[in-house]
């Protein structure tokens, strides 16, 4: 039996999980769900299911067996506490909230219900990403030493983005943090991060950075760098290695094709990056989707939980705290 | 309105075809045609059509608007004549037949009958090998000078194989051949090649190769080389450069992942080749389908037509004269 | 008229001195001075001079215009203070001294004598370096905003050697650092570091750490990165990234040739890395040693002066501190 | 002791030379020989020797025991004969000569004198083509089964310079028909060989060609491609490639410093090339050298000899009548 699947949200990845969903092998996508009908209107004739204007209506359905929630960040843990306790199992785009209490509060109604949940920390889902840690838990570089994650995006957002983000840590590093704390197994004793406005003056006038780099200091010893830029002119830059005593295992960029130039200017010259994240981690939102969809089917937890984006945002706040205090924090979870 | 057809042939290519157009946007399957009903209910049953006995027995179907022919290649003269004279658009594996005359014949047919037919190129339409031919056209490297293709496959085929291939040049060369047309836009006035063989004595024993080099002398003097082998222990080693007065273009090897390993053993090795043309082609199988329902769809003639496997199955003659005589050899067109 | 040199010291690093010396255009080696002759004979009697046992034998000789300090670090700055008065040029091995105290006193004893004076930090010379260095000066990344530097060495020291090193930081990290102050052109408002023992107990017994990772924000706001190992077991790992408004320029590691290696166990894998800094910066002592002949003939400061040397030990000296303090710290210089 | 040795020619590679042996352990320069003294004073004034006019003036010196013959290649045969009959040791620029039986006359001299010769096939020593050549005798590919070269010159020569080379192959193609027998162990049973006029049209008038591809099948069957430009404008691209029923060792160009540039307008491209041989071969010449004086030193033949050379020019010639003939040729050594 196919997982009925409804799509709350039909912004710019909606419409990714929802085109996912209609090609994905044991769902099908049943509604969209949005508040404005209208906003929708285009993606679900496309699929050529209805629009649902509420929460409620989409859970009428006995049809919809799960939910993906892509709506604003403001509104996931009101979506999560409804469609839980109406015992459909849930993907929620990260984060659960900006706000721990909140957070916690959607923990326990999870709890309670015991409804499947995952967390969409898709970058876990890309191909080199989860071949990187495949070969970190299978020994390839020995006992882990140092991990580095770089992520760079080729553009700075527009400013009223920023200022909802909840800080360039929570909106941005919290992906980094999840890899760092999911390819090492273990969680910071101690955070330090910094950052400088160099992007984007304005920016900068909302008290945000735009460049930053933290250390986590986890708790085996093992040590975990950070950077990441708003604007990197050569494409979306995401690489990260993984060394220890017995090697180190790297990911590489990915281009738009494997062709190389070489004329009067330089010799073997790569095409452009993939340009950003929708094109860099297409494969990843489709293996996150198969995942969730494996996991409701065979009655099994998912593999990224609500407790891994509740220890992600404890550890982007510690970072946001360190930055604006000069000192190292010791994040409590 | 889409396009309705019929994949005649279950095998390893009917079933790539037959999921491909399945997926596809703008067409459907409609049936899978093989005389064993037995061989093909798996694959029907997965796509949910019937399967049907004989071209006749597909044909008589007006829901199929197109043939996709992937049986054996002595096959495919005959089902392109049944076809073409039934008024349906063809798709065909290349190549056409072994025999000039028999690829006259069939030609003879699809001018007097106007139907669409694509010759299924497949590697023309691979994002790498269709940006490397793209930047030729472009001026990348300026006038092309010299072009050369390696094509190595990764294990030898069963000896049963080789026996009724038609010979290495006509069998495998035949692909960059095509390439090599297609790329420089033009044919040979002089082919030289040779063979040995090296890999599997088998090979050898009856009169082919398995190790072979040639030289296309196109008419304007641009050099090609092609060199081909039947086993490449590293994986399938598929690679492109274009050389001119303003530069080089190159296609590079495609990996598993974008992994990168180093140990005590090396430095930054990468992760294995994609391992054969079913993972190394992936795409270009559906974006030559894409191509095949698009011109159909439009009514124009497809990018790989008949003329294309005509000229690349002389020049792979014509190698495989060169390589028996030890002498160059002009092929007539 | 070429310089005659008196070598100081004849271990590891006096005879790559003593020999880029005795090949250099417009120097000429004159004495090695170590104080047990018997251990200066073999390179002295390879290069055609004789041994001196003392500072004061060595500068009696009016031939000798100029001394190398390749002495342990404990003798430089008594060293130093007798060269200097007797108004000899002076190249120094790094660091000038553990403790700011006594480098405050050669400063003084140098400022009051005006002797040529460079501390050898060779890292600036080596060409791949100094190609990313004037590429960040000509404006190639645009406006730099982080620097990282990666340096692995590829087995840890014998336990003798780190206790006497002044620690980590000071020991290892400081080529970092003075290649991070050298590159930004400035100075770091505020350093965090941390360490781990993941290497060899023996060294976390002495107090010491031999995996280690610095953030140095530069007063204009530029993040440094630093990481350190004290075991690559795939060779010693020295890397660049200058990342800026305009792009990035990377150094890549050397290998001990061009040539890569495919087989069933992976595919171009490139050769092992030059094996420590004797090969891997052998250029860069030679250029280093072409700086100060040219320096001191044309009466010109050298390009690394006692105030870098100054710098980076009171930046290391703050990294050790923090460290220990697990808090950030404000360097005074 | 050391060989004292005359270099014969103070050209280009002239000076090349003369300097290394001034640099070399175990040999030094004792004369400069050019009939036109004021063409070689700049260099022998450099290196503080005599100038001397003739090959008889050189020879009266004792303190002369070995010559190295960088003059035209017209003269090569007749000096060879006259610094034999007195006695000494020989190294030689390739070609020896254009014509086989000047070739022929050269070697009975030498059989006769018993004086050691080496020919100067420099590319030999260079620690790329060394160390894939010791893969291939080691067995890293296992059986070799095709070799390919590519050999593309930065920019065409002068005309006048054609004009005397002897033709593409013998002047160019022989330093990778060299490279393609020594690597291989054997000889071409056969050998095929095209050329096109596509640089530049004057070469062409003078019935020369300046894009070249030649196959030489061994006598193993072992299959090489050679593939040769006059102009590549990215630079001097120098790539060998040997393919095995093991895997593939492949040498990698080489750039003037190893940075990595990613900007608006492409990733990771890599410096500039080594401008052309002089740059890219630096290294290997001196090696060359080192090898003549150890052979020299140590009474025994050096390890590329004047045979070597004439096979080369057999086959470069067999090339040559190949590409005007459009016949393949069975050399005859």
């Given at each position: 039996?196919?997982i009925?699947?409804s799509v709350?949200?039909?912004?710019?990845i909606?419409?990714?999980?929802?085109?996912?969903?209609?090609?994905?092998?044991?769902?099908?996508?049943?509604?969209?769900?949005?508040?404005?009908?209208?906003l929708?209107k285009?993606?679900?004739?496309e699929?050529?299911?209805?629009?649902?204007?509420?929460?409620?209506?989409?859970?009428?359905?006995?049809?919809?067996?799960?939910v993906?929630?892509?709506?604003?960040t403001?509104?996931?843990?009101d979506?999560?506490?409804?469609?839980?306790?109406?015992?459909?199992?849930?993907?929620?785009?990260k984060?659960?909230?900006?706000?721990i209490?909140?957070?916690?509060?959607?923990?326990?109604?999870?709890?309670?219900?015991?409804?499947?949940?995952?967390?969409?920390f898709?970058?876990?889902?890309?191909?080199?990403?989860a071949?990187?840690r495949?070969?970190?838990?299978?020994?390839e570089?020995?006992?882990l030493?140092?991990?580095?994650?770089?992520?760079?995006?080729?553009?700075?957002?527009?400013?009223?983005?920023v200022r909802?983000?909840g800080g360039?840590f929570?909106d941005s590093?919290?992906?980094?943090?999840?890899?760092?704390?999911?390819?090492?197994?273990?969680?910071?004793?101690?955070?330090?991060?910094t950052?400088?406005?160099?992007?984007?003056?304005?920016?900068?006038?909302?008290?945000?950075?735009?460049?930053?780099?933290?250390?986590?200091?986890?708790?085996?010893g093992?040590?975990?760098?950070?950077?990441n830029?708003?604007?990197?002119?050569y494409?979306?830059?995401?690489r990260i290695e993984?060394?220890?005593?017995g090697?180190?295992?790297?990911?590489?960029?990915?281009?738009?094709?494997?062709?190389?130039?070489?004329?009067?200017?330089?010799?073997?010259?790569?095409?452009?990056?993939?340009?950003?994240f929708?094109?860099?981690?297409?494969?990843?939102?489709a293996l996150?989707l198969?995942e969730?969809?494996?996991?409701?089917r065979?009655?099994?937890?998912?593999?990224?939980?609500q407790?891994?984006?509740r220890?992600?945002?404890?550890i982007?706040?510690?970072?946001e705290?360190?930055r604006?205090?000069?000192?190292?924090?010791?994040?409590?979870?």
């Open positions: 039996m196919s009925g699947i709350f949200g039909s912004g710019r909606g419409v990714i999980h929802a085109r996912n969903v209609a090609r994905a092998a044991g769902a099908r996508i049943v509604s969209i769900m949005n508040p404005n009908r209208a929708a285009p993606l679900a004739e699929l050529g299911v209805p629009v649902v204007a509420s929460a409620q209506e989409a859970l009428c359905d006995p049809a919809v067996h799960a993906i929630i892509c709506t604003p403001s509104t996931h843990v979506l999560i506490e409804q469609v839980a306790r109406a015992g459909r199992a849930i993907m929620c785009e984060p659960l909230d900006l706000a209490e909140r957070v916690d509060r959607a923990m326990a109604v999870l709890e309670e219900t015991g409804v499947p949940f995952m967390l969409s898709n970058r876990r889902f890309d191909p080199g990403v071949a990187l495949s070969a970190v838990e299978a020994g570089v020995g006992d030493n140092m991990l580095s994650l770089t992520s760079r995006d080729p553009a700075p957002p527009p400013i009223a983005y909802q983000s360039y929570a590093t919290i992906h980094d943090i999840d890899l760092a704390c999911w390819i090492t197994g273990e969680l910071p004793a101690e955070v330090y991060a950052g400088s406005c160099l992007v984007d003056p304005a920016i900068g006038a909302e008290g945000d950075c735009d460049t930053a780099m933290s250390i986590l200091k986890m708790l085996s093992v040590l975990v760098h950070i950077n830029s708003r604007r990197a002119v494409g979306f830059d995401q993984a060394f220890g005593s090697g180190m295992v790297q990911t590489a960029n990915q281009h738009n094709d494997n062709v190389l130039r070489s004329g009067a200017d330089g010799f073997a010259r790569q095409s452009p990056l993939k340009h950003f929708l094109e860099r981690y297409e494969a990843s939102f996150a198969k969730f969809v494996s996991a409701v065979e009655g099994r937890a998912p593999s990224a939980t407790r891994d984006g220890n992600a945002l404890i982007a706040r510690a970072c705290k360190s604006s205090t000069g000192q190292a924090v010791r994040p409590r979870f």
